[in-house]
């Protein structure tokens, strides 16, 4: 039996009409393109290539055709691969990123950011600073998951006044993947999943248990565990698709993709990340 929008409490979501909740107005309308937006295949010289360069311009990418976006952006805290920007210039770094991203992006492609939170004098949400930013660059928000990374990660002991409500400190262990597309909720191109029913029942709840990576055993400051663009790539690509990380770092989606079947393109201003990036993947492959 289909269900609708109940005016008191939920009920179950099988064959679900949406249409009440979407009909108020505190929600947008879904919006209707008159015709297909720009679905493209890549040049097969950028397929499976690392550049050595800023992303904020990708010119060897044609428009329209990056399947999906993976990428953790450097969070400007002190890492060894950080500048120190201020706010305003991080956040303009990042908008001049995705906003390229938008332009490789194929219609109905996804992308997917891996975001921390920093800071606890202020607290500084950058969750909600980057979904603002994408909305604001044209992108549709789809959702946002919690990435919990351990019940206690990294044995945090940072309680602020210990037993104390003088100023107890919240000990984040989890991140955030927020997920957005181009113009369509739907893919545009056609093509075929890989996906099996338990990893679509695990990638389709909002909280993903993954452990962390080992900062000092794969020798990059903040990398995340191939696990996670793993279940991202085939919960939103086909086979074959390319799948793009405008902060490459340590090459963990490009080595994803590639065991996913699918294709990458990483961008990585430091060297010695792209050189361990690709000894990553040549050992991996052998």
Not at 151 to 178: C, F, M
Not at 204 to 224: C, K, M, N, Q, Y
Not at 258 to 286: F, M, P, Q, T, W
Request: hydrophobic share 35%.
């Amino acid at each position: 039996m289909a269900t609708s929008t109940a005016s008191f409490g939920a009920g179950k979501r099988e064959s679900h009409d949406s249409s009440p909740f979407y009909s108020r107005r505190m929600s947008k309308p879904a919006p209707v393109t008159s015709e297909p937006g720009l679905v493209a295949d890549a040049p097969v010289e950028v397929l499976d290539r690392i550049y050595t360069q800023s992303s904020e311009s990708m010119g060897q990418l044609p428009d329209g055709t990056v399947a999906l976006m993976v990428t953790s952006p450097p969070y400007n805290v002190g890492k060894d691969y950080d500048d120190d920007l201020s706010l305003e210039e991080y956040l303009g770094l990042l908008e001049r990123v995705f906003t390229e991203t938008y332009r490789v992006l194929e219609a109905g492609g996804r992308v997917a950011i891996n975001v921390a939170n920093v800071g606890r004098k202020p607290y500084l949400p950058l969750n909600q600073h980057v979904a603002a930013m994408l909305s604001d660059i044209g992108y549709l928000l789809r959702g946002e998951i919690i990435w919990k990374k351990a019940k206690s990660a990294g044995g945090s002991t940072a309680w602020g006044s210990w037993q104390s409500a003088k100023n107890p400190t919240l000990r984040d262990v989890h991140e955030y993947v927020i997920v957005a597309c181009k113009e369509s909720f739907h893919r545009q191109r056609k093509g075929d999943d890989t996906i099996t029913r338990e990893d679509f029942l695990d990638a389709t709840v909002s909280i993903w248990d993954i452990r962390p990576e080992s900062a000092r055993r794969l020798g990059h400051p903040a990398p995340f565990p191939i696990e996670l663009p793993r279940r991202l790539i085939e919960l939103y690509t086909f086979d074959g698709d390319l799948v793009l990380d405008p902060f490459l770092g340590a090459g963990t989606t490009a080595m994803a993709a590639r065991d996913a079947g699918r294709h990458y393109v990483g961008y990585e201003i430091n060297k010695d990340y792209v050189n361990l990036a690709l000894e990553r993947l040549a050992a991996s492959n052998d």
